[in-house]
């Protein structure tokens, strides 16, 4: 079996779907593998890589009964109890159980009812058939909206996911001693939020050594492709991997090629012609002598075409040709700029339904901002939902967490701790929490956590009323997106940036793997407008406060600039927006 992390989620959730159906686990060993296999798909290294240096006991959410399972997995390639927990269970069930919104009581219903592909399934909703069977109507609509997104399941890796895989690539092929360098291209150095394949270069004078070292690489199970000086190979983990080698003296027009976009190199090709240059992976020729021209370095390579080097987050032909040819590139902020977050989640012991707590305590929160010499860390848990508590009861209990946090920062000297919470904006637009207990936060953060699918006119109600808030800061993921999973709200974006500019309100970039969401091209829009940004993790632990940079290249790629993300500022002049007291 392949064993990338998404294949080993899935079969983690169907061992959990399979114990339900069956109704021999109980609910505790459901959630663990639930938990496991949420764990593992939001790890960016491959489980099998960890497995192998023996550090498997460092994934959060790996008990030590599934840790054993995956043991034999790796050992075996399967397990024998998974195989028997999944026995007599139609395979259709599990198919059935990829569509969003569909859980193991719906699929086995529609199993008995004799459903047996998803063409099937998809044929007899549209021909009415099920419902004739007795099916829920409703039910029926909602499962051809979750068949839609599942058709439209882009199967692209998640940027954090590539990046870690790619490091290790990369360190193996500058191991050749016939490599003087080597570097990773592609969308991967465009910063894309999903990445279809992984793509490499290499400089050398001896493309043939350098194959071969690569194609022997551990892990690859197939050449694709193989040629004078490339290859293209194929990993167990499904992995594909391009390898481009130049020699040293064109070495600068293999980057530039190789990094795209392809409609910045379009673009850029044209413009060279017009100067009588043509460009090429091998290398610039004038096209009248037919002469090589050298570009050893990316540098030498723009300078020929007179412009600016456009960092490659913005080369996506939207304009940065003419800007680098105008010398009026933006100066883009970088990760080194960011000088805290707001957007972290805690252990403390707030129930809600719809977010299982952080991992870690706000201490350890504090302590990972302070070895990021981060000079100010917000804790922004999720209060209980709306009407799981009383009103009053919803105040005392955030006046309680306020006293604790309190404390907190009195025995705090490294670091200024800033006093959140991230609540819900209400289908109707109204808060999760009354305004009495958020007036005694330093700062609030609120999103839509139920309702994407909602009318464009509905979600962009529910956004501005909460943007006319005078508690509110900040807006968490806008628009929702999860990457292969969901797509974005729809919302009249104008409105709610041109709202968002005159309330002084942020929006949020959140730099969690699937999400990356304000979007880079909403970033580029809602900065013509003058929206200001803040930057945040979402982390559910502490490690993840490390996708930081994930959200920067959002960021990036949206051309924004220092003065335009808030928490790149210094604290006096972040506090000042704030209006909080240090
Ligand atoms: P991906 O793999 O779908 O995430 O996206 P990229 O951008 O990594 O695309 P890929 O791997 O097909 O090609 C890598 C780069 O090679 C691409 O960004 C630009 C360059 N390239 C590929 N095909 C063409 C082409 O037909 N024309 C030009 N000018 N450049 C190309
Ligand atoms: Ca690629
Ligand atoms: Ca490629």
Partial sequence: M????????????????????KKTGNIFQVRAYDNAADSIEHSTVEMKDLWEEGRLNEVPGLGETIRGYLDELFTKGKVSHFEEVQKDIPKIIFDLLDIPGIGPKTACKLSDLGINSLDDLKKQIKSGELVKKDFSAKIAQSIMAGLRQTTSKTGRMLLPYAFAQAEKILEYIKR??????????????????????????????????????????????????????????????????????????????????????????????????????????????????????????????????????????????????????????????????????????SNYPFLHPSHGPGVNSMNDIVKKAISLRYSFIGISDHPPGHGAVSREKMIEEVKKRTKVVQSLKKSTKDVRILNGLEIDILPDGTLSVPDEALSTLDYVIAGIH???????????????????????????????????????????????????????????????????????????????????????????????????????????????EKKDIVNSWDWKKFSEWFTIKP
């Fill in 176 to 345: 050749s001693p016939s490599v003087k360098d080597a570097h990773f291209l592609g969308s991967l150095r465009r910063m894309v939020a999903t990445i279809g394949d992984l793509d490499f270069s290499a400089c050398s004078k001896f493309p043939k050594d350098v194959i071969e070292h690569f194609i022997k690489m551990p892990g690859v199970v197939r050449v694709v492709d193989k040629g004078e000086s490339m290859a293209t190979v194929m990993l167990q983990s499904g992995l594909h991997l391009d390898l481009l080698i130049g020699s040293p003296e064109s070495y600068g027009a293999l980057l530039q090629h190789f990094t795209g976009s392809k409609n910045h190199n379009i673009h850029l090709r044209t413009y060279a012609l017009s100067k009588n240059l043509s460009l090429s992976e091998d290398g610039v020729k004038h096209t009248k002598t037919g002469k090589v021209v050298p570009t050893k370095t990316e540098e030498e390579f723009y300078k020929l075409l007179k412009m600016d080097i456009p960092a490659p987050e913005i080369r996506e032909d939207g304009g940065e040709i003419e800007a680098g040819l105008a010398h009026k590139l933006p100066n883009l902020v970088e990760t080194k700029d960011i000088k805290g977050e707001l957007h972290t989640h």
């Fill in 450 to 560: 139920s309702g994407h699918r909602g009318e464009k006119d509905i979600i962009t109600k529910r956004l501005i009323s909460a943007l006319n808030n005078p508690h509110v800061d900040i807006i968490s993921h806008p628009t929702n997106r999860l990457l292969n999973e969901r797509e974005s709200s729809d919302a009249d974006w104008d409105e709610v940036f041109k709202v968002a500019v005159k309330n002084n309100k942020l929006l949020e970039i959140n730099a969690f793997p699937n999400r990356l969401d304000l979007r880079d091209d909403l970033v580029r829009e809602a900065l013509k407008y003058g929206v200001k940004f803040i930057i945040d993790t979402d982390a559910h632990q502490v490690s993840q406060m490390d996708n930081m940079r994930f959200g920067v290249s959002v960021a990036r790629r949206g051309w924004a």
């Fill in 2 to 21: 392949e064993t990338s992390n998404s294949k080993i989620a899935k079969l983690l959730r169907n061992v959990a779907a399979s114990y339900s159906i």
